[in-house]
């Protein structure tokens, strides 16, 4: 534990350490959090007993074995178990049933998601289909990198469209004629800043822009 300046380190529980949950549970280690790595995978178990501190096997739909962990009185447990349908849904129900406060759940498609919420999950991702969706952004547009939140507003890094060289952001109005809002920018090898009116745009700037999903996709499309 401890490699950053958190002063507040949660302990979480992650269940299934496949591609995705191999990732949480090393990404949560690494920031500092307490992790517990549960799957019932002999072989898994050894792979990540080098990686993590806390690696056991165990069978997540079993409650005796999930109340022997301790695995209800986590801050938060993560069932990233995601092709294995039944036992992602029967895991969450178990969780529940032992009292576990906040379950988040990898699910496949939007039925398994809808399943794990109507069983107990208190929040359903789903990194394929989201990363999927990021990565068309990518691949089809100009976005160097996009990210979308709920209700389709959305975070976009991009080039600085040609209109703006030279200009300060003020003198741009890229605002009320695009309806987005350029949150940060970055010179070549320096640091992003926090945009500013005042804030010169200059040939191969990299622009971070905030705004509604769309105005995003529209703003990258002229860069
Ligand atoms: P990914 O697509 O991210 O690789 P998978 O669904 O293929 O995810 O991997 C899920 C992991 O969950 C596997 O390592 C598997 O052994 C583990 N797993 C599946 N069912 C259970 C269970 N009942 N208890 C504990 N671990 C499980």
Known sequence: MGRSNRKHADAVAVIGLGRFGGAVAVSLENQGHEVLAIDE?????????????????????????????????????????????????????????????????????????????????????????????????????????????????????????????????????LRSRYGITVVGIKTSEEEFTYAQPSTMVREGDTLIVAGPTTKTETFASIT
């Open 41 to 173: 995978r002999d072989d898994v178990v050894q792979r990540f007993s080098e990686t993590l501190t806390h690696v056991v096997q165990a069978d997540s739909t079993s409650a005796t074995a999930m109340k022997q962990l301790g695995v209800g009185e986590f801050d938060h447990v993560v069932v990233a178990i995601g092709t294995g349908v039944e036992a992602s849904v029967l895991t969450v129900l178990t969780l529940k049933e032992i009292g576990a406060q906040e379950v988040w759940a990898k699910a496949i498609t939007a039925k398994h998601g809808e399943i794990l919420s109507l069983v107990g999950a208190s929040h359903v991702v789903y990194p394929e289909a989201e990363m999927g969706q990021r990565v068309a952004h990518l691949v089809t547009g100009k976005m160097m990198d996009f990210i979308e939140f709920d209700h389709g507003f959305a975070l976009a890094k991009t080039r600085a469209p040609q209109e703006a060289v030279g200009k300060t952001l003020g003198e741009t109005k």
